[in-house]
């Protein structure tokens, strides 16, 4: 029998919702963690996430895996490890495309105003074979309360095929207003001319309920507008 395109996703959800049952959850912490977004470019995309306990989590969504390496919004589930407040791994499947992908953060302090801050997301397609390296590394320096200036180097890199990094700066810069509304700007310029910049006006409710709007415009010209909210 031919299966749905719509049935290892339900899949996921009842294994997800079994998980989510069983009553386990982080000591002192909330278990339950999501986020729901519309935007003219990214179309409609959620994410939805269990933490077991402060090292292990579980999430499932929809919507971009990795930029660049897959076009288009795609089904996904993952799994999370958080061994550090400064570093975190991810491990996941797209069930779109039947492809895999591994992810990671980390961050590390040099003093109180710089550290060095890097992202990585390894994608397999399983049509070829071919494994990309979407990645971001650099310098993060404070300018400030909430201000940040980013330097370094970021591309997508196809294994086995000439690449040379892309190096840019960025500012994040972040301004906390009266009944919980909050400002970020983020300006990014590479050196060979490439611009892009993106504002985002945010409120959090109670319930640690934040619900926000933003605009920007990335460094092929194209504007994107949106709505988000997250839990």
């Known amino acids: 029998m031919k299966k749905s395109k719509w049935q290892r996703p339900l899949i996921c959800l009842i294994i997800l919702g079994t998980v989510l049952g069983s ?17 003219i470019q990214g179309k409609a995309q959620f994410q939805v996430g269990y933490q077991v306990n402060d090292l292990f989590g579980f999430g499932l969504g929809y919507g971009e895996v990795a930029s660049g390496a897959l076009a ?5 589930g993952q799994i999370n490890m958080t061994p550090l407040e400064t570093m975190a791994f991810q491990a996941g499947y797209d069930l779109t495309g039947n492809n895999y992908f591994l992810g ?12 060095v801050a890097s992202e990585l997301d390894v ?5 070829d074979g071919a494994k990309y390296l979407d990645y971001r590394l650099g310098l993060q320096i404070g300018i400030g309360y909430q201000h940040y200036l980013f330097a370094g180097g970021q591309g ?13 700066v960025e500012l994040d810069l972040n301004w906390q207003l009266a009944q919980n509304w909050g400002i970020r700007l983020q300006p990014h310029v590479g050196v060979e001319g490439e611009f892009s910049h993106r504002t985002t006006v945010t409120k959090e409710w109670a319930n640690n309920l934040e619900t926000g709007l933003f605009v ?12 988000f909210a997250r839990y």
């Open 23 to 39: 009553g386990l959850s982080a000591a002192g912490a909330t278990p339950w963690s999501g986020s729901a977004s519309y935007s």
């Open 72 to 76: 288009g919004n795609r089904w996904r």
């Open 104 to 115: 990671g953060q980390a961050e590390f302090p040099l003093n109180q105003n710089l550290a």
């Open 123 to 127: 994608v397999i397609p399983a049509r």
């Open 156 to 168: 997508l890199y196809q294994v086995g095929t000439p690449h040379e990094p892309e190096l840019f």
């Open 216 to 227: 920007g415009k990335n460094t092929e010209g194209r504007w994107d507008v949106g709505l």
